[in-house]
């Protein structure tokens, strides 16, 4: 088995074009902390897409754990590959994003004071509307990213993780830190080491907020 890794990254992957996978996968790899495993769980993937993620994993196989299964969603996926990890430390990364070199050391000096954090991004828009998403208690609503839990900010101990499964649902995220809030010590912190892609038509947050970002901005400006 090898040595035990410091952290697990868990990347779920669906049909995301392979350029922004690569950028993903590489991104972990160029780390300036190199004492992790990444877990690479494909949701899915049709043929063709899953031939070139596997591909591309296998120069790397000493680093990357490669795992298929049938289409069940992010957070199932993410909630296998926990069971499938061994670092005292658990962190998410969503395919078509990335970490900046210093993100998963900028991290673990956070867990000093924290058993589970979450952090703001650097966010990467094409408009000022991209930085709005759907608030999770009214959907006819929308709030600033840096208002909200992000899945792939999450970083914290694997007994935190290990204690609370992700739902299948909006705000699986949200709903995660608040659990871990009552029995753990959680931080939302402004590292900003997370490059956040949220350019991207198509994502489930620019789907649902296509009815309420005018809305949102015509009351702004009322």
Not at 188 to 205: A, H, M
């Amino acid at each position: 088995m090898g040595l035990i890794p410091k952290i697990s990254v868990l990347l779920t992957v669906y049909n995301t074009p392979f350029y922004m996978f690569k950028r993903a996968i590489d991104s972990v790899l160029k780390q300036d902390l190199q004492d992790f495993e990444l877990i690479l769980i494909d949701d899915g993937s049709d043929d063709a897409l899953a031939d070139e993620y596997a591909g591309y994993v296998h120069f790397f196989r000493e680093k990357i754990k490669y795992l298929w299964h049938s289409n069940c969603g992010q957070s199932e996926s993410i909630n296998r590959g926990i069971a499938c990890s061994r670092g005292a430390y658990i962190t998410i990364l969503d395919s078509d994003d990335e970490f900046k070199t210093n993100h998963l050391s900028s991290c673990l000096d956070e867990m000093a004071f924290a058993d589970l954090i979450a952090s703001n991004t650097e966010t990467v828009v094409d408009e000022e509307a991209d930085y709005f998403v759907p608030d999770r208690h009214d959907n006819s609503k929308v709030i600033h990213v840096d208002d909200c839990i992000l899945f792939a900010t999450l970083f914290g101990k694997r007994q935190v993780f290990s204690r609370y499964r992700f739902s299948k649902s909006y705000a699986a995220d949200a709903h995660f830190y608040e659990q871990a809030a009552g029995e753990y010590i959680v931080r939302k912190v402004n590292l900003r080491t997370y490059v956040y892609y949220r350019n991207i038509p198509g994502s489930t947050c620019s789907m649902l907020k296509q009815n309420t970002i005018a809305q949102y901005l015509q009351q702004q400006l009322s």
